[in-house]
């Protein structure tokens, strides 16, 4: 017996998560394996409410299940950043869920809009590191002049060029924000990713970054990669730029093996990486912690237009209950739900709006279902 924390969130949130939430039960009925799933209503709703974004003791609450299963959150009543930052970084922070492990997988029958590119060629994992860089949090803006000097700022935290004269006419404004690696933080998720390649037979690993400008950050986390990758001789090593990452994407998915990035950029990259996979709709992630509480999700947002329509793809959510499976070591009953949903998409012909069908996110769901259970 499992117990699983589930927040469905916001917008399409609630339907995609309960049609994750089927088709676990249904794989998990046939291996025999039970459920418990505990709600929390936390989201937009909740938040406009009560003023509420995530208590301490519901993550306490999370902290005494095996992992947590998220739809999604975001919806334009509510300010920018808030919910991002007090619900979802919140957790990630909380639970040290280090790695945002992000496969990109195209299936057979799912439309790739890269020219003569299919499954053969797009199946590759990004292990995003999901705890520091730029989304540390550390930053400010500088309104008042007076009140710290802003050429003090420039010269001590900034060792940036302002070709303007920032003290005659014009404001004085300044904003910054800070990118931060640890050598150990760094370690660990060179190590989950060479792992992993060793795990699922891959022989190359890409450490992603802009070494060539961001110096410092990135300096250190190249030396760490080959620091690691001294530990796995079989595993051949490179670094790409991660401008050259998003035009090779495109070009030649097909290298790809496994991708390790810092967190900022492996968020920009992953979204090129769903589109080469068949779109939003088909993207699952997992927030890992090796040792700890994991929370899995599709990377996509909430659709806040398409919510109660019963419109929305919710292949991307199922996928993110497989992986949420195969971390909590039941390997079975994850690939029962793979294979269900491969069926499902290479038969064609239950398939939300997003692949070119009319069906709805509860169809999807049923068909994969009848998949497992032999139908
Ligand atoms: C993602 C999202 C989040 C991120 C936001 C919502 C904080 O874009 O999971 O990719 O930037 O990591
Ligand atoms: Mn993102």
Redesign the pocket.
């Known amino acids: 017996m499992y117990r699983i924390s589930v927040i469905p969130g916001d917008g399409i949130g609630p339907e995609i998560i309960s049609e994750g939430i089927k088709v676990i039960e249904a794989a998990g009925d046939v291996t025999g394996i039970k459920f418990d799933w505990r709600y929390h209503p936390f989201g937009a709703d909740h938040y406009l409410k009560t003023g509420e974004v995530l208590p301490d003791d519901a993550l306490e609450e999370m902290e005494r299940t095996d992992s947590i299963f998220l739809g999604a ?2 919806d334009p009543r509510v300010r920018p950043g808030i ?3 007090e619900l ?2 919140k957790m ?1 922070f909380y639970f040290d869920q280090y790695v ?1 492990l992000r496969p990109i997988k195209l299936y057979p029958g799912v439309p790739c809009p890269l020219q003569g590119k299919g499954p053969e060629h797009v199946n590759f994992y990004v292990v ?1 590191e ?1 705890t520091e860089d730029f ?1 540390v949090g550390i930053g400010d803006r500088l309104r008042d002049p007076t009140h710290r000097s802003v050429l003090e700022i420039k010269r001590k935290i900034y060792e940036v060029r302002l070709d303007i004269d920032i003290t005659q006419g014009g404001s004085e404004e300044m904003a910054y924000q800070i990118g931060v690696i640890s050598r150990e933080g760094t370690r660990r998720i060179m190590e989950f990713a060479f792992e992993l390649a060793k795990k699922k037979g891959k022989t190359r690993v890409t450490a992603v970054d802009k070494a060539n400008v961001l110096t410092s950050v990135y300096g250190l986390w190249r030396e760490v990669f080959e620091d690691v990758s001294g530990n796995y001789p079989g595993i051949e090593t490179e670094f790409n730029f991660v401008d050259a990452v998003t035009m090779w994407f495109v070009k030649n998915p097909e290298w790809y093996q496994v991708v390790v990035t810092p ?2 950029f ?2 920009i990259i ?2 090129l990486g769903a589109m080469i996979q068949g779109g939003m709709g088909l993207a699952p ?1 997992g ?1 890992i912690n090796p040792s700890g509480i994991s929370m899995f ?1 599709p ?1 996509h ?1 909430s659709a806040p237009k398409y919510k109660g329509m019963n419109r929305a793809n919710p292949i991307a959510t199922i996928l993110a209950g497989q992986m949420m499976l195969e971390q909590l070591g039941e390997q079975e009953t994850a690939d029962i739900v793979e294979n269900a949903v491969i069926e499902v998409l290479k038969e064609g012909k239950v398939r939300t709006y997003d692949l070119g069908g009319s069906s709805t996110t509860s169809e999807v769901g049923d068909a994969v279902v009848r998949k497992i259970e032999g139908g």
């Open positions: 959150v975001g919910l991002e930052k979802l970084l990630r945002n995003r999901n989304y967190n900022m492996g968020d992953t979204d992630g927030n999700e990377i947002g």
